[in-house]
């Protein structure tokens, strides 16, 4: 004779999208406004923003030091042109994401970014 299994409901547990609080109310005189707007920041430069504003930085360096690497690789093995062309790109790729990274730590500190998420 088989067993018949019980279904478990969850009473408790993690809470759902329709548990968490909604966004904060509006008055009907009053519009809400976009941050990365009032700042005039360009489509670019909004991910300096987001609490997660490093991780691209840091997979873009990480493309560039592998360019680099890939470069210097074929410098060592006899492809001296294409190798140094590849070391070049991904040496101007890395500074620019240096530049980038010093822009958006800029912006986060103009707005006093990371105060605001240690506090909320």
Known sequence: MAKKRRRRTR????????????????????????????LGLSARDRAALAPNWRTPLRVDICIGLAVVFLGVSMLTGGLVVLGALLAAAGSAYAVLVVRRWRRWAAIRAEVDMDRRQAEG
């Open 11 to 38: 009473t408790s547990g993690p809470a759902t999208r329709s548990d968490r609080p909604g966004p904060r109310e509006v008055a009907p005189d009053e519009e809400p406004v976009d941050l990365a707007d009032a």
